[in-house]
């Protein structure tokens, strides 16, 4: 009797280190509920991202900043359970981290509680100390950098980031030093391309992509995007897959109509 082929673990970081040594590519993409996370599953997807993009995707807010660690604490629980073979990443959202690395691991304690697998925080070189005290209290991190939303009033708008040579250098360096403080992961965010295949040749773990070309390990993109049911702001670099808001908009429009004509319930 030939033995079952077994099922390729997607959840172990260490399988992603394998991944990233063995040039396959891995793909995550964001969820914020239970049947979307269920469905990005049972597709087969590696990765699902917790995002603090739900206070744009799912809240309506013009940015990430007025998301809770309450909210992302019971966001994570939801995906979690929906999604159990897959690699779970939490954010940690504004204001939970910044102010010292001990409060950086309180949140993120709460985060792996909730079942996330890995958090991930924005900001490179002052993040290089959190990420190292996480690191060696048993947190693994995924360090975000490039453009960081958390930080979108500094940077006057989300604006692609590494354009200059000075800029590049310095996210060079940050994805060096964040990657030898012990992250596990690097996710890179709106930079040019050659950049950031650079930065994945010169670190040792698993790079993540957003609008950051094909050179990276892997690549993200928020799942409301990728469905077309965003409204307001979509990154120049996102790509729609299926015309979603035209469709539940139409059965939306198709049930009200036959409720009307007492089409249904039959």
């Known amino acids: 009797m030939d033995k079952p082929v077994p099922k390729p673990d997607r959840k172990s970081i260490a399988a992603w280190d394998r991944a990233k040594r063995d040039g396959r590519v891995r793909a995550l993409i964001t969820a914020y509920d239970y049947p979307f996370a269920r469905l990005a599953s049972e597709a087969g997807i590696d990765g699902i991202l917790i995002g603090d993009s739900l206070g744009m995707t799912v809240q309506g807010h013009e940015d990430t900043l007025r998301v809770s660690l309450e ?3 019971y966001h994570t629980e939801i995906v979690a359970r929906a999604a159990p073979e897959c690699l779970i990443m ?19 304690t709460l985060l792996l509680k909730a079942g996330a697998d890995i958090v991930k925080l ?14 060696a209290r048993a947190v693994p991190v995924c360090a975000h950098i490039g453009l960081t939303p ?18 590049a250098a310095r996210l060079r360096t940050d994805a060096v030093d964040l990657a030898e403080a012990g992250a596990r992961m690097v996710l890179m965010e709106a930079i040019p391309a050659d950049l950031a295949a ?5 670190v040792p773990v698993p790079t993540v992509g957003i609008g950051a070309g094909g050179g990276t390990d892997a690549q993200i993109l928020v799942l409301h995007d990728v469905l077309g049911l965003t409204s307001g702001y979509v990154p120049g670099f996102a790509r729609t897959y299926l015309d979603g808001s035209r469709l539940v908009r139409e059965a939306i429009e198709t049930y009200a109509t036959d409720v009307r004509a007492r089409r249904f319930p039959q």
């Not at 924005?122 to 690191?135: D, R």
Request: no cysteine; aromatic share 10%; hydrophobic share 40%.
């Open 71 to 73: 909210q992302m604490i």
């Open 90 to 108: 939490a954010d940690l959202p504004f204001g939970s981290f910044e102010s010292s690395p001990s409060k950086a691991f309180d949140s993120a």
């Open 122 to 135: 924005e900001g490179g070189a002052a993040m290089v100390e959190t990420v190292g005290f996480l690191s």
């Open 150 to 167: 958390q930080h979108v009033r500094q940077f006057g708008g989300f604006r692609k980031q590494g354009k200059t040579a000075d800029a």
């Open 198 to 202: 650079e930065i994945t040749r010169a």
